[in-house]
């Protein structure tokens, strides 16, 4: 058995890679937990045994620190020395900001799971809404079809994308799951997810429409 010990006066705060680790599929794991909790929460907290136990739903003192372990080695997990908090601007004034940053194109748009878009930044506002539409077609379609993906053909992913002749992506689609709510990001050309703003968009939204504990 390993010999745990936590770093003292440490903040705890997902990784880019972690937040997309934790809303990107519905699974449920207690690392998954962990960072959904993070993500509810007004500010990054302070790293404590207690809070890692509550934050996980593991008891065992053991078990919760090889979780937070093996979180840490994918880079899920970053601890920092001052917290973070999470911005409370209204949604209409920070998501198109925070979407720019998303694409090497500059245009993205969130879009709902009935087929409307939230915010969008750069596409002009009726290929948004066909855009809006066709991620919600891709996401019910993948949902029918998810078993098949992940059994049979090991593709453990939920994304969807346009390519062109080279298989190069020209628009992608990818499902967000918040508590019960499901989103879907449309981002044309390459998407920048590895960077601050798209933990920051996502930890907006989950506090906004993710129910604690879910």
Not at 21 to 27: E, G, N
Not at 180 to 191: I, Q, S, T
Request: aromatic content about 8%; proline content about 6%.
């Amino acid at each position: 058995m390993k010999d745990y010990a936590l770093a003292e006066h440490l903040y705890l705060h997902p990784t880019p890679g972690g937040a997309y680790h934790a809303v990107t599929t519905k699974a449920h794991t207690p690392t998954k937990q962990l960072i959904r909790n993070l993500l509810q929460m007004e500010s990054s907290p302070a790293l404590t045994l207690a809070g890692l136990k509550d934050w996980s739903a593991i008891e065992d003192a053991e078990r919760a620190y090889a979780m937070l372990h093996h979180a840490q080695e994918a880079k899920w997990l970053q601890g920092l020395k001052a917290p973070l908090k999470c911005p409370n601007q209204p949604l209409s004034e920070i998501l198109p900001e925070l979407l720019s940053q998303l694409s090497s194109q500059a245009k993205v748009l969130l879009a709902d799971s009935q087929g409307f878009y939230l915010a969008t930044h750069g596409f002009p506002h009726e290929v948004a809404e066909e855009l809006s539409a066709l991620s919600a077609d891709l996401a019910n379609l993948h949902e029918r079809r998810s078993g098949l993906l992940l059994n049979n053909l090991g593709l453990n992913s939920s994304a969807w994308s346009v390519v062109d002749s080279a298989g190069n992506s020209k628009v992608g689609f990818w499902p967000l799951y918040l508590g019960k709510e499901r989103f879907v990001l449309v981002a044309a050309g390459m998407p920048r997810f590895n960077q601050p703003d798209f933990v920051t968009l996502v930890w907006i939204l989950s506090r906004r429409y993710a129910g604690v504990g879910s």
